[in-house]
């Protein structure tokens, strides 16, 4: 399974959501609370580009937030991530 690190917060309901989604999947994720840390907050909104949590990677690729990843869960891409299998356009 690919790599995936979320960053969250703890009084974050998307945050709750993501992670109990990442679980339920049985993904074996990096969680980075970011709720008292301000360097790690930096380095989230570095690596993303945004400022709100949660903020989730797979592998290099950044997915976004939890409506994001609910979408690549509803249409199965998200499983295709997890496994390391990236998906082109002549296939989608």
């Known amino acids: 399974m690919t790599h995936t690190e979320i ?14 989604l990442l679980d339920r ?8 609370d970011v709720t008292d840390d301000v360097v790690r907050e930096l380095e989230m909104r570095e690596r ?6 949660p ?16 979408a690549l869960d509803k ?3 998200l499983d295709l991530l997890l496994a390391g299998i990236e998906q082109t356009e002549e296939a989608a």
């Open 7 to 20: 960053y969250f917060k703890t009084w974050c309901p998307y945050s709750r959501r993501a992670l109990r």
């Open 25 to 32: 999947k049985g993904v074996n994720y990096t969680a980075i």
């Open 48 to 53: 993303a580009g945004r400022t709100s949590v």
């Open 55 to 70: 903020q989730i990677f797979i592998g290099d690729r950044h997915v976004g937030g939890y409506d994001d990843i609910a």
């Open 75 to 77: 249409t199965g891409e």
